[in-house]
């Protein structure tokens, strides 16, 4: 056998993120009959998938300019262009005193996360070990295999409001958070990917203090986000500054096979991704840019996040929604307020089997979704909680979904009914 290192041995482990990508890829390459509700694919939408096709069209048609994108590689930090574009609609937007020095490119937000995450915790001189904290799980599954180091991430458990018999919405324990010198950064997902929370206005602004008083960043995950995909149902005010690093995405607009991350940040911060890129990757890759760079140009990628995506995600779920309460009508449910992204997240209190048994009884009838307890990443103590809840994506077609649910209720049901 041959000998790998610690590290290697640590990226071998089985990681959630790893499964759910194979369920994802197996899904939709290999098999038409799985009802796909797993994953975090985004939906294939005509009218802004017409908008892709015609940048593309443009890039083949005209001079050289698709050997120019494909022929050459981009700097570290990215392509100049699209930077200053996206510069440019950040500061006619929201008024953020940002140039291009704050702004650079990844291989999609993952491999920011990677990125930061290492650079913002791990071994510290003196001998002090960081973390990041996470002020309010579940949080993103995608975080929690990322670190070099073992044990990167701390976390706490959120306080739960019940808006109405049904529906519940996760807040910020501000009583359970404390930063001590063993936090190297904040970091939260706004939309928060699996449960479609938003965090408040003044949830923000109070972990903004915190991170400031502290001197760490505060990193916001924005990849559902405004002012693209604008993915989010209610109102929330977006914040930039110096000490704060926001990650975005072209991903969740219709974009994922492109992989395009961006990071806006202070220039030492930027300084360190570019460096990180140059050293895993050279350069982040250019065709994302390339086909994306005249929509943000000309605000139509605002356009088009205003008003096809958010309406067309919103309407997914208020249905999904509406049938939950119909498929579920007798059983003792939640489901978390769906404020923005494409997830439901429902919690079944006393669940007589664990979610992942669920997901198991599921995957048989040929339904996938996510187990809750992969999103609770840094939360050490036992939480009864994490084992009876699943996450769902809606954003596939109609019938995918209708069916998908309609399984889900039935054997949510059944296990309910055997206990
Ligand atoms: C909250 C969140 N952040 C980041 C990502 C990473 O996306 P990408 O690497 O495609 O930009 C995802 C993908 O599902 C996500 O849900």
């Excluded at 300019?65 to 700097?75: C, K, L, T």
């Excluded at 990650?247 to 030492?268: D, F, H, Q, W, Y």
């Amino acid at each position: 056998m041959m000998k790998v290192s610690k590290f290697g041995k640590k990226i071998c482990r089985s990681s959630g993120i790893g499964r759910v990508m194979e369920d994802l890829g197996d899904a939709l390459v290999k098999s038409q009959d799985i009802l796909m509700l797993g994953g975090g694919n985004p939906a294939h939408i005509p009218e802004v998938q017409e908008h892709f096709r015609k940048s593309m069209l443009r890039l083949l048609e005209e001079n050289d300019e698709f050997e120019r994108v494909i022929g050459n590689y981009d700097p570290p930090q990215g392509n100049k262009e699209f930077i200053e574009a996206i510069c440019t609609l950040l500061h006619n937007e929201f008024g953020w005193d940002i140039q291009s020095k704050n702004i650079a490119l990844t291989n999609g937000s993952q491999s920011a996360f990677f990125i930061l995450f290492n650079i913002f915790a791990g071994a510290f001189e003196g001998g002090v070990n960081k973390r990041i904290l996470f002020p309010l799980v579940p949080e993103y599954i995608g975080y929690c295999d990322v670190g070099l180091a073992e044990d990167l991430f701390v976390a706490s458990r959120p306080d739960i409001k019940h808006i109405d018999e049904h529906i519940f919405k996760y807040y910020v324990n501000f009583d359970e958070i404390s930063i001590t010198d063993e936090i190297g950064a904040i970091c939260v997902s706004r939309p928060t990917n699996p449960t479609g929370n938003v965090l408040t206005d003044s949830e923000i602004e109070k972990l903004g203090e915190l991170a400031r008083a502290n001197n760490i960043p505060l990193i916001i995950d924005n990849a559902y986000g405004t002012p693209f995909p604008n993915i989010i149902f209610t109102e929330a005010k977006p914040l930039w500054n110096e000490n704060t690093i926001v990650c975005m995405s072209l991903s969740k607009l219709g974009l994922p096979g492109t992989r395009t991350g961006i990071v806006i940040a202070n220039e030492k911060v930027i300084a360190m991704v570019s460096e990180m890129n140059a050293v895993i990757n050279l350069a982040p890759g250019s065709i994302g840019a390339a086909i994306a760079t005249d929509l943000v140009r000309s605000g139509e990628i605002i356009h088009l996040s205003r008003e096809v995506i958010r309406p067309f995600y919103e309407k997914k779920a208020k249905e999904a929604v509406e049938q939950l309460f119909e498929n579920l009508d007798g059983v003792d449910f939640h489901i978390h307020k769906p404020e923005g992204a494409f997830f439901l997240w429902l919690w079944f209190p006393e669940l007589p089997i664990t979610n992942k048994e669920l997901y198991e009884r599921l995957k048989k009838r040929g339904v996938l979704i996510v187990p809750g307890h992969y999103f609770f990443p840094g939360l050490k103590k036992q939480w009864q909680h994490k084992n009876e809840c699943i996450r769902l994506n809606y954003s596939q077609d109609k019938e995918t979904v209708t069916g998908g649910l309609q399984i889900i209720a039935d054997e949510v049901r059944r296990a309910y009914d055997a206990a």
